[in-house]
C-alpha cells in the first residue's frame, strides 16, 4: 500500500514538472508573438531618421538582417517592420526620398518588398518610374517581381510597355518564365492585332506551357477576337488528347461568335466519339443556340 501512494506521489510530481515546463514555452512563445505584433521590447526597432541617406542605410541594414536569418521568424518580421517604418518615412518626404529608393530598389532584398518599393516610387513620380519598373521587367532575376513591375509599367506607360510584354510572349517558354500566363493577362486588358497574334501563337502551340496556352484561348475570347475562329476551331478538332484546351476553345467561340458559330458546334457534336465531350457541345449547344 506504502509503495502505492509513493509511485502515485512520484507520478504526480513528474506531471506538476511537465506541466511547469510547458507553461514556460507557451510563456516565451507568447512574448515571441507580442515581440512581432508590437509590444514594447528593448529588440524593437527604433524609429527611423529622417535624413534621406541615413533612412537608406536604415533600410539596406534591415534588409541585411532579414537575408541573413533565414530561420528566426521573429527577427526576420522586426527586420521587415524596420524596412517599411523606413520606406514610409522615405515616402514621406517626397522627392527627396525618391532617389533613395531607386538605390534601395537596386540593392539586394526580397522580392516583395523591393515591389512594395517600386509602387511607393510610383506614388511619388510616375514619370521617374516608369523606367525603373521597365529594367526590372527585362531583367533575368525573380520572375514574379519581374511581373509585378510589368503591372506597374503598363499602368504608368502601356504604350511603351506593350510592346516589351508582346515581345515576351513571342519569346518565352513556361519552362523558363514560369508566371508566363500573367504577361498573357496583362497585355490582353490593352489587346490590339499584336496582341491577338502573340496570343494566337501561345493558343496554338501548348507545348510553350499548357497553362499559358488555356489563358491565351480564355483571352481571344474576352478579346472576342474575329481573327481568332480559325485557329480556335482548329484546336477544337486536332486536340483529342487534351479536353481542357478543346473546352476553352469552345467557350472562346461562342464569346466570339455567338450564335453566328452555332453551325460548327452542331457539326463537332454530331460527329464527336467522346462521349464526355459531346455531352458539354450539346449543353453549349442548348444555351447558346437554341434560346
Known amino acids: 500500500m506504502n509503495r502505492a501512494s509513493l509511485l502515485l506521489q512520484s507520478l504526480i510530481l513528474v506531471l506538476v514538472v511537465v506541466c511547469l515546463l510547458e507553461v514556460e514555452r507557451v510563456r516565451k512563445s507568447a512574448e515571441a508573438v507580442l515581440l512581432v505584433a508590437g509590444s514594447p521590447s528593448p529588440r524593437a526597432p527604433a524609429p527611423p531618421a529622417r535624413d534621406p541617406d541615413s533612412l537608406l542605410e536604415e533600410l539596406r541594414g534591415a534588409c541585411d538582417r532579414f537575408l541573413s536569418n533565414p530561420q528566426d521568424p521573429v527577427e526576420q518580421r522586426l527586420a521587415e517592420r524596420q524596412m517599411d517604418a523606413s520606406v514610409a518615412a522615405l515616402k514621406a518626404l517626397g522627392g527627396a526620398g525618391f532617389g533613395p529608393l531607386a538605390a534601395a530598389l537596386d540593392s539586394p532584398a526580397p522580392a516583395a518588398f523591393r515591389q512594395r518599393v517600386l509602387e511607393t516610387m510610383a506614388g511619388i513620380d510616375p514619370g521617374r518610374t516608369i523606367e525603373p519598373a521597365l529594367r526590372i521587367f527585362r531583367s533575368p532575376g525573380d520572375p514574379i517581381l519581374r511581373m509585378a513591375a510589368a503591372a506597374v509599367a503598363m499602368r504608368l506607360d502601356p ?21 508566363l500566363g500573367e504577361a498573357v493577362s496583362l497585355a490582353a486588358e490593352k489587346g490590339g492585332p499584336d496582341v491577338e497574334r502573340a496570343l494566337l501563337d501561345l493558343a496554338e ?19 472576342k477576337a474575329p481573327a481568332a475562329v480559325a485557329s480556335l476551331r482548329r ?35 454530331r460527329g464527336e466519339r467522346d462521349e464526355i465531350f459531346r455531352l458539354f457541345l450539346e449543353n453549349v449547344i442548348k444555351e447558346t443556340c437554341r434560346k
Open 205 to 223: 502551340h501548348p507545348d510553350r506551357g499548357r497553362s499559358s496556352s488555356y489563358r491565351a484561348i480564355e483571352a481571344l475570347g474576352v478579346l
Open 235 to 269: 484546336i477544337v478538332l486536332s486536340e483529342p488528347q487534351d479536353g481542357v484546351l478543346r473546352r476553352k476553345g469552345i467557350q472562346a467561340l461562342v464569346q466570339i461568335q455567338g450564335k453566328e458559330g452555332c453551325p460548327f458546334l452542331e457539326e463537332c457534336a
Open 159 to 179: 504604350d511603351r510597355t506593350l510592346p516589351e510584354l508582346v515581345s515576351l510572349l513571342r519569346k518565352e517558354s513556361e519552362r523558363s518564365f514560369p508566371p
